[in-house]
């Protein structure tokens, strides 16, 4: 099992800039895909991004194509999630999510079901 622990939310104002990270122990490899989901009051929880452990290539929701970009940090076993020109839709708890179980394709990593652990969240707020 893999301990998530997420930091960097906050309130920001629409067009804003936030960057979200998240810890992994005993280490981001102990994972071999990392997403980020988040979920606002009333909706279901929904995927952000996603990318490998080890790779370069993040794979996005629509909804936040061109703005969040997903990164890695190994050495510091940390995963990051820049998000530029945030707005009002982006109001949500942020949740990092790790999967170790089996190996998934591309085409499932931004499926929830594909993740073994998860955070405990961190909320971001954009006011208008």
């Known amino acids: 099992q893999v301990h998530l622990v997420e930091s960097g939310g906050g309130s920001v104002e629409t067009g804003g800039s936030l960057v979200l990270s998240c810890a992994a122990s005993?280490?981001?490899?102990?994972?071999?895909?990392m997403g980020w989901f988040r979920q606002a009051p009333g909706k279901q929880r929904e995927a952000v991004a996603a990318m490998m452990i080890g790779g370069t290539t993040g794979y996005y929701a629509d909804s936040v194509r061109c703005r969040f970009t997903i990164s890695q940090d190994n050495a510091k076993n940390l995963l990051y999630l820049q998000m530029n020109d945030l707005n009002s839709e982006d109001n949500a708890m942020y949740y990092c999510s790790g999967g170790w179980r089996g190996w998934v394709p591309p085409s499932k990593l931004l499926r929830a079901d594909s993740y073994n652990d998860w955070g405990q969240g961190t909320q971001v707020t954009v006011a208008s």
């Open positions: 005993p280490s981001l490899r102990s994972s071999n895909r």
